[in-house]
Nanobody, 120 residues
Framework: QVQLVESGGGLVQPGGSLRLSCAAS????????MGWYRQAPGKQRELVAI???????NYADSVKGRFTISRDNAKNTVSLQMNSLKPEDTGVYYC??????????????WGQGTQVTVSS
């Protein structure tokens, strides 16, 4: 199994910044994609940004130019730097990893989520 633990959420004013971090642990052999998803109240969970082990990235159109995803393959961590935050960025942010362990082939894992609230 893989455990994903997020940190860094909180309350921030519009225009402010937050940095989310996620650490993966367990009997990990390889993680090929890590990413962040979010879910606003009453809405479906949506992709925010993903990054491959090679460093290729993909962002939701709504966050391009404001958010930056990064990854440390050696430490199995992924971060999301969020700048110029807007009220519509409010939601629970979930870390995601597509990983293989010593006992399980590649599958997706989810963190418990961290709340981000953008409000004045």
């Amino acid at each position: 199994q893989v455990q994903l633990v997020e940190s860094g959420g909180g309350l921030v004013q519009p225009g402010g910044s937050l940095r989310l971090s996620c650490a993966a642990s367990g009997s990990i052999i390889s993680i090929n994609v890590m990413g962040w998803y979010r879910q606003a109240p009453g809405k479906q969970r949506e992709l925010v940004a993903i990054i491959t082990s090679g460093g290729s990235t993909n962002y939701a159109d709504s966050v391009k130019g404001r958010f930056t995803i990064s990854r440390d393959n050696a430490k199995n961590t992924v971060s999301l730097q969020m700048n110029s935050l807007k009220p519509e960025d409010t939601g629970v942010y979930y870390c995601n990893a597509h990983a293989a362990t010593t006992t399980q082939n590649f599958r997706y894992y989810w963190g418990q989520g961290t709340q981000v609230t953008v409000s004045s």
